[in-house]
C-alpha cells in the first residue's frame, strides 16, 4: 500500500504534479469505507500525473482567474498573470485531501487545497476524479463537482463553471 491508509492520517509527500514540493496528504473517510483498495488506486493515480498534466489544469486555472478579475475588474490588482503558463507562479498548494464522493458515482476524488493571489478570501481547489480524471476547478467551497454545487444533473457537469 502506498499509504498506512486511516482515516484523518496525513503523511507529507512529493508528487510529480507540483515538482516534488512536499504537501500533507489527508485521507478521510477510508477506515469505515467499504472499498478502501479504491483509496489506494486513486493515490497510485494521482502519484502518475506530472507536468503535462499540471500544465492542462493551467488553462482551466488561468480561466478561472481571468473570470474572476472580468468580474471584480483589472484594476483590482497589482499584477497580471499574462498566460495559463505563468498562472502557477500565483498559487502556492497547501494540502491534499483523499476521499469518497457520498452521491452521485461514489468514486473517490482527490482535491488539491491552494492559496492563489487572485482570490485571497476562498482560494483555490482542483479536483481529480479517481485520482486521474481532472473534473474540477474553482475557489474552495466543499464541492466536489460542478453539479453537486450548483445541483446541476451529472450530464451537465463540467470542469470549470463560467456562469
Known amino acids: 500500500m502506498i499509504l498506512k491508509l486511516r482515516s484523518g492520517y496525513g503523511a507529507w509527500l512529493r508528487s510529480a504534479y507540483f515538482s516534488g514540493l512536499k504537501l500533507?496528504?489527508?485521507?478521510?473517510?477510508?477506515?469505515?469505507?467499504?472499498?478502501?483498495?479504491?483509496?489506494?488506486?486513486a493515490?497510485?493515480?494521482?502519484?502518475?500525473?506530472g507536468s503535462a498534466e499540471r500544465q492542462q489544469a493551467g488553462r482551466y486555472v488561468f480561466r478561472l482567474y481571468r473570470n474572476f478579475v472580468e468580474t471584480v475588474g483589472e484594476d483590482e490588482f497589482d499584477f497580471t498573470i499574462p498566460s495559463a503558463s505563468a498562472v502557477w507562479d500565483f498559487v502556492t498548494?497547501?494540502?491534499?485531501?483523499?476521499?469518497?464522493?457520498?452521491?452521485?458515482?461514489?468514486s473517490v476524488y482527490v482535491e488539491i487545497l491552494a492559496e492563489c493571489r487572485w482570490e485571497v478570501e476562498h482560494g483555490l481547489v482542483l479536483i481529480y476524479r479517481s485520482g486521474s480524471t481532472l473534473s474540477r476547478v474553482s475557489e474552495q467551497d466543499g464541492h466536489l463537482t460542478t453539479s453537486d454545487a450548483f445541483d446541476f444533473s451529472e450530464e451537465k457537469d463540467t470542469i470549470i463553471y463560467e456562469g
Open 43 to 49: 493515490l497510485k493515480a494521482f502519484f502518475r500525473l
Open 24 to 41: 500533507p496528504f489527508i485521507l478521510r473517510g477510508v477506515e469505515e469505507d467499504s472499498a478502501p483498495s479504491e483509496f489506494e488506486s
Open 93 to 106: 498548494p497547501t494540502e491534499i485531501h483523499v476521499f469518497r464522493r457520498h452521491r452521485r458515482d461514489q
